[in-house]
């Protein structure tokens, strides 16, 4: 069960609910977010919700059983938005791109990828300096330094950053830098840093961990939002499955249900989800046409150089041909909506 709680509800109030909640043998946790105050209710039997919903200073009352509950469709039927100034905002009817390398290798890079963007008018870029890699000896990104370079050179360009934070002693020197969190597969399930990015006034994508179901990404969503950031987006990125013709699975029926399930905007990762580079916008398009709010790809000015994860990364000219391929689909998608 959600309490929906008024802003001004007065601590005699609070109390007064929190009592009655006793009574009824209602587990509350208390959630305050940067907007919004809620109590998150566990009943251990049915109760008549209106006796809760007649106490003053409670907005609404909601029945919600599944294991995530703030993060689910089931009390809020308007879709989320993510602002992030300068009008740039994604879900909602704005479809967003996002695109940049694996990870930020240097100034002429970051240089070359934002001339790209800007041409094509994308507002969002990518680009790790934190890099999880599988082995040890693989370039692991330039760090809080290299983080510094990429928003200086973004910022007099007008564009926003995504980047990934991998653990929570990281946030505090990355936060004035980015526009977006992003929480890597790796770390889906890493509910220390779930926490701490609940704490911080910036939006978080988290990313679908590398075996993990949607009711998993679901809940890690709910880790956010429960610590008090509202400002959540998914990510669809492929699992691991026993097929090997490709780098991981892209699920793209967990983009209908991920928007059935929730009011949080769904992004789609397929340069992870599939891996080879000829393939990528097929994936992309796909994504757009199941309902995706935004995608997110890897470009590069020569990816057969890039630092990590080449063989997935798009040219410039296969990002602009997406695009376009974009472009083409807003018409067909007035009459699939
Ligand atoms: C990435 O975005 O470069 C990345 C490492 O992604 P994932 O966490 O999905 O593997
Ligand atoms: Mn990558």
């Known amino acids: 069960m959600i309490i929906q709680l008024q802003q001004n509800i007065s601590t005699t109030n609070k109390e007064l609910l929190h009592k009655k909640l006793q009574e009824l043998k209602v587990k509350a946790a208390d959630i305050v977010t940067q907007n919004n105050q809620y ?19 409670v907005q609404d009352v909601f029945r919600v059983n599944d294991s995530y509950k703030l993060v689910s469709s089931k009390w809020k039927v308007d879709y989320t938005t993510i602002d992030l100034g300068d009008g740039v905002t994604i879900g909602g009817n704005n479809f967003a791109l996002m695109a940049g390398p694996c990870s930020i290798e240097n100034e002429q890079q ?3 990828v934002v001339a790209c ?3 094509n008018h994308v507002k969002i870029m990518r680009g790790g300096v934190y890099k999880p890699r599988s ?3 693989a370039f692991r990104g330039l760090g809080i330094e290299g983080l510094k370079m990429f928003y200086n050179i973004c910022k007099a360009n007008g564009i ?4 990934e934070v991998m653990q929570v002693s990281q946030i505090d020197e990355m936060v004035d830098f980015i526009d977006i969190f992003q929480v890597g597969a790796r770390n889906t399930q890493n509910f220390n840093l779930l926490d701490a990015l609940g704490k911080v006034d910036k939006p978080v994508m988290i990313k679908r961990g590398i075996s993990g179901s949607i009711d998993e990404l679901l809940q890690s969503a709910e880790y956010v939002f429960a610590a008090g950031n509202e400002k959540i987006l998914l990510c669809e990125r492929g699992i691991r499955t026993f097929e090997n013709a490709y780098r991981n699975t892209f699920d793209i029926n967990a983009i209908p249900i991920l928007k059935e399930k929730s009011h949080l905007p769904v992004i789609a990762d397929p340069s992870h989800g599939i891996g080879i580079r000829k393939h990528v916008s097929k994936i992309a398009l796909a994504s757009r046409i199941a309902g995706a709010d935004g995608v997110i790809v890897e470009i590069h000015d020569e990816p057969e150089k890039a630092f990590s994860d080449g063989a997935q990364t798009l040219s ?3 990002f602009e041909l997406l695009v376009q391929q974009f472009k083409l689909l807003e018409q067909p998608m007035n009459i699939l909506n």
């Open 39 to 57: 109590i998150i209710g566990i009943l251990s039997k049915e109760i008549d919700v209106r006796v809760i919903g007649e106490i003053e200073g």
């Open 117 to 119: 963007l800007k041409k």
């Open 160 to 163: 926003k950053i995504i980047t």
């Open 110 to 112: 970051i240089e070359s």
């Open 135 to 137: 082995s040890p000896y």
């Open 316 to 318: 410039f000219n296969e």
